[in-house]
């Protein structure tokens, strides 16, 4: 790894909701074939060249805003229905988004907000834990919805930032895997862009909820800033 790069290449890995709930067979929002990934993932993880290996777990409170059987019917049907959300930034509250709703999903400490077995977990040395704060979403492990970076608004974690802690660390690249595609590892893998970092994303490293969508998502990808890559040219 980067022999393709000019000037400083200091890379971390960033491997996104490798969580129960995201796959087959019991997962509550399972991604199709969403463990299938865990053999190249577990590959990347073991790469000397990484100077931070990051795991991002969706953690959310029961009542999180996102969870459809939260809301009243007739709009909270899981993957179809959207509410309004508020920006919950002091002074934001005017600011609103359109908020998808999901089936309940990696509520904190469950077994469905587990990593997964087979991800070779004692290789990661930062876990990083979103969605905790209950009125707002956080597809990525950067910001939130809104694009708030406060982990005192967020909540993203216990006194800890993902950026300070990669720029403490030099990182000038990010490699961003995991579930799901066309949600969470977007998010991250854009918001690092807006973060300063060059941010690539390995396509055989993730999996979609709507996989016919992923030439979409690419290109809004793309758009974005964020490299599409295979594992091969990482
Ligand atoms: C995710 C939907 C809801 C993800 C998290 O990890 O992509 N998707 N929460
Ligand atoms: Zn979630």
Redesign the pocket.
Known sequence: MGSIHGGAFVPALIV??MQED?CPPTGS?AVQDGRTIAPLINTLLAQPGFVARVATL?WHPTDHI?FASNHPAPNNKPFESFIEMQNPAPGKETEIKLQQL?PV??VADSPGAAIIPEIESNRVDLLVYK?KHSQVEM?SAIADAFGNLDPAVTAQSVNMDLISALRAKGVTDVFVVG??GD???KCTAVDAVKAGFRSWLIEEGTKC?VPAGWDTVKEELRAAGVSVIHADDA
């Open positions: 996104v909701d995201f929002l969706d996102s999901w999903h990696c969605g597809y579930l799901a949600y969470c590892v909820v």
